[in-house]
């Protein structure tokens, strides 16, 4: 699968707005972006996933660049429960498993 | 129902017995995936099932490790003489159909196995 880059970690204020970036400059045509994040002691939890145009969910947005060659997924206002470590992979057509890499640890401050 | 479904949530066991770990995904859901992580690792494959198709068992470890799903619901990760290296949170996950065309998975909360 295609490599993803993404900052280690982040912080963000309590009720403000964050921007998670992923760089993806490898992504094929056919490569699906999906966002997973993982709370302590919990399992994965989807977030989000889009192809080419931008995607909304309860959850979170996702901004996807028009070359596609990096994303942004957006907290619209950050509670202290979506302190977790972010995951953006990239899934080809013929992808049967979900690889992490290492994410983004967002660290909502109160 | 709502989410996928694992028991039990914790399970010791001494070293050398067999385990079974149970999964219940959506129902619907014709995907089916067990991963375990390890403390401070990331995510390690280990089967996946699609629908009637052979499943794909190109992660699990070691012969000690087998899995089925029955009637293309349940599922049933069993190890044979557990190892303290069996450690570790196994998760099982479904989708609604295959990763590459596009479907999200939904992960269990795990089950924790400790062998001692």
């Known amino acids: 699968d295609a490599k993803t880059t993404q900052p280690n970690s982040m912080e963000s204020n309590e009720e403000e707005p964050v921007h998670l970036p992923c760089n993806h400059s490898?992504?094929?045509?056919?490569?699906?972006i999906h966002w997973y994040r993982q709370l302590p002691s919990q399992g994965p939890e989807y977030v989000i996933h889009?192809?080419?145009s931008n995607v909304n969910n309860r959850m979170a947005s996702l901004a996807i660049a028009e070359d596609r060659k990096s994303s942004t997924l957006i907290l619209h206002r950050a509670t202290l429960r979506d302190a977790a470590v972010y995951y953006c992979?990239?899934?080809?057509?013929?992808?049967?498993?979900?690889?992490f890499g290492s994410g983004t640890q967002l660290t909502v401050l109160p | 129902g709502a989410g996928v479904s694992q028991s039990p949530s914790n399970k010791v066991t001494e070293k050398g017995k067999d385990v079974e770990l149970r999964c219940d995904p959506i129902?619907?859901?014709?995907?089916l995936y067990w991963y375990r992580q390890s403390l401070g690792q990331g995510l390690e494959f280990l089967i996946y099932?699609?629908?009637?198709?052979?499943?794909?068992k190109s992660g699990l470890p070691s012969d000690r490790f087998s899995a089925e799903r029955t009637g293309g619901s349940v599922s049933t990760l069993t190890i044979q003489r557990t190892q303290q290296e069996d450690s570790a949170v196994y998760l099982c996950?479904?989708?609604?159909?295959?990763?590459?065309?596009?479907?999200?998975?939904?992960f269990g909360s795990g089950t924790r196995l400790t062998v001692v």
């Open positions: 996950a479904s989708s609604l159909g295959s990763l590459g065309a596009g479907y999200g998975y939904t």
């Open positions: 490898t992504i094929s045509g056919t490569d699906y």
């Open positions: 889009g192809l080419t």
């Open positions: 992979i990239l899934i080809s057509g013929s992808a049967r498993q979900l690889t």
């Open positions: 129902s619907g859901h014709t995907a």
């Open positions: 099932f699609q629908g009637n198709s052979a499943p794909d």
